[in-house]
């Protein structure tokens, strides 16, 4: 996306049909992030890109092959930070300003700040990793740094390929046997990065996606084929072969772009746009003159320009759709045209008015390469400080109603008023479930603050505990059986267990809305009915066991769910996305038609466990014929189906007197 555009071709100046190339690729990298329908295996231009990168940062490192390892070494680290740092950072300074202003914090949005920290360094697609972030999975989508990771598979094959390059250019100094090997290293590498690509791509495909050992071989594909150039081989064809060439290359590179399958990628379907890729470049260093009609085309002014500006384009592309992604969307004709128009205007503002004024600028040009390679560094870490500075400074900075974070978010927010008696000092409450059991965190740390209680919480986001619904799946039953044992360790006779989970199909998630939801029948559904029955043994045997340990046993009955997220739909900028047109009130009827077979499977549980408490949230939250998100004009909901910490503050005292009674009947501490 950012290689040297001046030399390429071996002895050949500046080609014109690279740029020709550039173009198709990041059109169809846009095309694919603006809507997949339109160009399903756009995604892969990025291999396009890497091939294209291997070939003209060798062409660029030849030309600097006569210096010394250390001058060759800061040489080219200076182009690259001049090349690539410029733009990039002010694209991340902006995007990160833009996103704490615009954006609530959330779990959709809860790897950004990392992932744009990482990408000032370079290991963006290594913190996707850590972050569990793959490239496919919903919440990448929101996250405006996530194309960031080509980058930093780029920026990583630097840190490799100029020693490997330098080793190959004194290949003549060495004794025979060790040039042969020096010789054959950049093949070697290939085929070994090619090999791990296969193997990653069936048991770890997001590593194989990000990380550059499965990536390296695209890149050394370019560096091969300038090396055949470069000796003087394929640059000049004749314009029938040349056009040949290139038109075979373009139609391997669409077979990419129609057909590549996202579950076997990057291997095999990353090998049409790397292969098609290679093909255009020898088709148009060999035809460098523009003879043939596939040759002129690829040279076309207009092609050419975009082709220019496709790094500043490439940068900026991705964060403005994520921007409408996250205000008023993407769905529809008019939102994409502004999207592209923005994208376009801003890529051209960035090659003209950064890109260029910095490669050519004085002080560059009269600074060593020492000099510019330090500068380069203080400048990504005083950035880098910047932003994090901005990112800590959300709450004071955001536009967004949920900058009110002790409203909104349940955080375990420390209770107004803590003095006083301590009635149930030494009693202990254990609460097991999913991510509901975070949502409950504001009340029950008031719970502890006011009362004394002693408060201890396991939760896993997605396990579900005791949910009635479906039987949990392998990883959530180790999670639950493990908590299970924890506080069985933990707890004494006459201590509490709240089972907190939600136990109601959703209707939304953060990111869209299901449709055509309706209430849960499973009378007219027997796989259902099978599934709910097997859940419900799965209930029963933990009660059970709780209850054989003397624990008195609490679980919470489904709490009105909603068809949209109020932190994404309350706000002027945002509150017309699709997302929101579900509203953020439901009828009663239907919401208690949707729990029934829930609440059904509720009773025959409290009748085998009598000693069990069902704590309905539900009348509370809904007191009236229309459930809404809003208590007023403070929100119930963080999103569809979590509650917001003034919802927490609500439930609070109808929570602590469902839970006296057991305590009174239960042991002092």
Not at 198 to 207: C, G, I, L, M, V
Request: hydrophobic residues 50%.
């Amino acid at each position: 996306m950012h290689a040297d555009r001046g030399a390429a071709g071996g002895r050949r100046g500046y080609i014109p049909g690279i740029d020709g190339l550039r173009a198709i690729a990041v059109l169809s990298v846009i095309l694919f992030h603006m809507r997949g329908a339109l160009l399903p295996g756009g995604y892969t231009g990025v291999d396009v890109f890497f091939v294209i990168s291997g070939y003209v940062v060798s062409s660029s490192l030849v030309q600097h092959g006569r210096a010394r390892f250390l001058p060759f070494i800061l040489g080219f680290y200076a182009r690259r930070i001049v090349r690539i740092y410029p733009a990039l950072l002010a694209c991340v300074l902006v995007t990160g300003i833009v996103q704490t202003l615009i954006v609530p914090s959330s779990w959709l949005s809860q790897t950004t700040a990392k992932t744009a920290l990482a990408a000032i360094f370079g290991v963006s697609n290594i913190a996707l990793i850590w972050l569990n972030d793959g490239y496919f999975s919903p919440r990448v989508e929101f996250n405006a740094f996530t194309h960031t990771w080509s980058l930093g598979v780029e920026e990583q094959f630097y840190l490799v390929f100029p020693v490997v390059f330098y080793l190959w250019l004194r290949r003549d100094g060495f004794r025979p046997a060790v040039s042969k090997a020096v010789s054959a290293s950049m093949a070697a590498l290939l085929l070994a990065s090619l090999a791990w690509c296969a193997f990653e791509t069936a048991a770890q495909p997001d590593r194989a996606y990000y990380l550059l050992p499965s990536r390296f071989w695209e890149l050394a594909c370019g560096a091969l084929l300038f090396r055949w150039h470069h000796a003087g081989r394929g640059l000049a064809m004749p314009p029938a072969a040349a056009g040949a060439c290139i038109a075979a290359g373009l139609a391997s590179i669409a077979a990419g772009f129609v057909g590549a399958d996202a579950k076997l990628f990057p291997f095999p379907w990353a090998l049409p746009s790397v292969l098609g890729a290679m093909l255009v470049v020898a088709g148009v260093v060999g035809d460098a003159a523009g003879r043939s009609l596939p040759g002129r085309l690829m040279a076309g002014r207009a092609i050419r320009y975009v082709g220019k500006t496709s790094y500043s384009l490439y940068l900026w592309h991705w964060p403005v759709l994520v921007m409408f992604r996250w205000t008023v969307g993407l769905d529809s004709v008019q939102a994409l045209l502004a999207a592209g128009a923005i994208t376009g205007a801003l890529g051209v503002l960035s090659y003209h008015g950064i890109e260029n004024p910095v490669r050519r600028s004085r002080w560059v040009t009269g600074r060593s390469d020492r000099r510019v390679v330090f500068a380069g560094v203080a400048v990504m870490a005083l950035c880098c400080v910047l932003l994090a500075g901005v990112f800590k400074s959300r709450a004071a900075i955001s536009l967004s109603v949920t900058r009110d974070e002790r409203t909104w978010y349940p955080e375990p927010w420390p209770a107004s008023a803590t003095g006083g008696e301590k009635p149930l000092a030494g009693r202990k409450l254990f609460v097991l479930g999913d991510s509901h059991t975070g949502a409950y965190s504001t009340m029950l740390r008031r719970l502890q603050d006011e009362t004394g209680a002693q408060v201890f919480q396991y939760g896993q986001g997605g396990c579900t505990v005791a949910n009635l619904l479906v039987p949990a799946i392998a990883g959530c039953a180790r999670f639950a059986q493990g908590a299970a044992a924890e506080i069985e360790k933990n707890a004494a006779p006459g201590d509490v267990v709240f089972l907190a989970s939600l136990r109601v199909p959703r209707l939304a998630d953060q990111w869209e809305v299901f449709r055509g939801a309706e209430p849960a029948d499973p009378a007219r559904d027997a796989s259902q009915a099978r599934q709910r029955a097997l859940a419900f043994e799965e209930a029963d045997a933990l009660v059970g066991r709780f209850e054989k340990e003397g624990l008195r046993v609490v679980i919470d009955a489904p709490k009105p769910v909603f068809k949209s997220p109020p932190f994404r739909c309350s706000d002027w900028f945002n509150a017309h996305n699709p997302i929101c047109a579900g509203g953020l009130t439901m009828g009663r009827a239907f919401l208690q038609a949707h729990r029934q077979p829930t609440m059904d499977a509720l009773a025959l549980l409290q009748a085998r466990h009598p000693g069990m408490l069902v704590w309905d949230p539900f009348p509370a939250l809904c007191p009236g014929e229309t459930c809404a998100a809003f208590d007023g004009d403070k929100p119930l909901f963080f999103d569809g189906d979590h509650l917001s910490a003034h919802g927490n503050r609500v439930l609070y005292p109808g929570f602590l007197k469902a839970l006296a009674p057991l305590w009174s009947e239960g042991r002092a501490g």
